[in-house]
DNA sequence: CTGCAGATTGAGCATTATGCACCCCACTCC
DNA sequence: GGAGTGGGGTGCATAATGCTCAATCTGCAG
C-alpha cells in the first residue's frame, strides 16, 4: 500500500530541513533549503498524500508515557497461526510493533514495559498466546545508535 | 537526557489528536481535545523543551528513499570493543538504529538495503567491523503491527 | 533543433494562526 | 488564610497559510 513514490534530492533537502526542525513552517523550510515556498508547499502535500510520511506516533518517546524499559521479544510461532498470533499481539497494549521475520525466529516483538516486573508480565501474555512456541527476551539496554535516515538523505542530496 | 519529563491526561490527549492529524495546528488541536489554545501552546512547548518528542526522521520511510527492505542484524561482540564496533556502525549509512541488548545478542542493528545484494554487502560490512564475532541476519518480511503507541496512550487518558 | 508537459517561481490577497502579555479562577499544599 | 500551580479567556501585532494566476525553466521526445 505505500509509496509509489520516490523521493528525489528536492524531496531529501526538504526533509532534512525538517529533521533539523520539525517544527519549522513551510516558510522556514523554503528559506533554508532556498526553494521557493510553492514549491515546498507542493512537495509536501504531495508526499503526504502519497502517505510517504509514518504516522506521528513514532516520535512519541514509550518513556515519557512511564514506560522507560524496552524489549525485543523474539517469537517462534506454530506456522499456520501466524495470523491469529498477530491479532493477539495486537491487542497487547505494550507491544509498540511486530515484525515479521525470516530467519532465526518468525516475529520480532518490540515492547514496553513500566518497569521489571511488568516486562516480565508481558513476556508471559506474549509467551501464552496460541500458537506461540517459544520466545527469548532481550532487554534493550542502551541506544547506540538512535534511529537516523540523515546518511541515506544525505547520498540521496549528493 | 532524556525525559525527566511524565505525560499526563492531557499531554495525552494532546499526543493523540497530534497522532490522528500531524499537521495539525494548535488551534486544530485546542479544539479537538476540548483545550484552550493557550495550554496547548504551553504543554507543547514544555514537551519539546524537554525533548519529550524524538526526531522527525522517525518518520521518514527508508522504503521512500530507494530503501525497501529492512533487516535486523543479531551481532555478538567482542565485549571490550563495543564502543568502537557503535562507531563503526554509526559509519554505515544503512544502519538505521543499533541498540545495545541483554540476551541472545549484544546488538541489535536495524539495517536498510536497496535490494537483496545491497543487503549482503551491508550484511558483510558489519560482520567485516574489528571486534565483531557473529553475525545474524534476519529479514524484514512484514509489518504485522506497524509502530504504535496509542494504546498507551489510551491508557494514560483513560 | 523545436516544442511540449510538468515543475518551479514570484506575486498578490483574504483568512488564520502564532507568540506573547495580562488577568482571572480553581485547586492544592502548608 | 496565603502562596503556588496550572488551566482558561482576551487582545493585538506579526507572520504563516491556502489559493490562484502568469511567467519562466526544466527534461525529453520527435
Redesign the pocket.
Known amino acids: 500500500m505505500p509509496s509509489t513514490h520516490r523521493a528525489d534530492r528536492?524531496d531529501a533537502r526538504i526533509l532534512t530541513a525538517l529533521s533539523d526542525d520539525p517544527?519549522a513552517?513551510?516558510?522556514?523550510v523554503a528559506e533554508r533549503t532556498?526553494?521557493?515556498?510553492?514549491?515546498?508547499?507542493?512537495?509536501l502535500s504531495k508526499l503526504d498524500d502519497a502517505g510517504a510520511l509514518r504516522s506521528f506516533e513514532r516520535r512519541i518517546d514509550p518513556a515519557v508515557l512511564g514506560y522507560p524499559l524496552q524489549a525485543y521479544v523474539l517469537t517462534n510461532v506454530t506456522q499456520r497461526k501466524l495470523d491469529r498470533v498477530g491479532a493477539a499481539l495486537d491487542a497487547i497494549p505494550e507491544v509498540l510493533e511486530v515484525h515479521g521475520l525470516s530467519g532465526v525466529a518468525d516475529l520480532l516483538v518490540h515492547v514496553a514495559a513500566k518497569d521489571a516486573d511488568d516486562l516480565y508480565r508481558v513476556a508471559g501474555d506474549i509467551l501464552n498466546i496460541k500458537g506461540v512456541k517459544r520466545t527469548t527476551t532481550a532487554l534493550v539496554m542502551r541506544e547506540m545508535v538512535d534511529y537516523r535516515v540523515r546518511p541515506l538523505l544525505d547520498t540521496i542530496a549528493e
Open positions: 528536492i517544527r513552517t513551510v516558510m522556514a532556498g526553494l521557493s515556498r510553492n514549491t515546498v508547499q507542493a512537495r
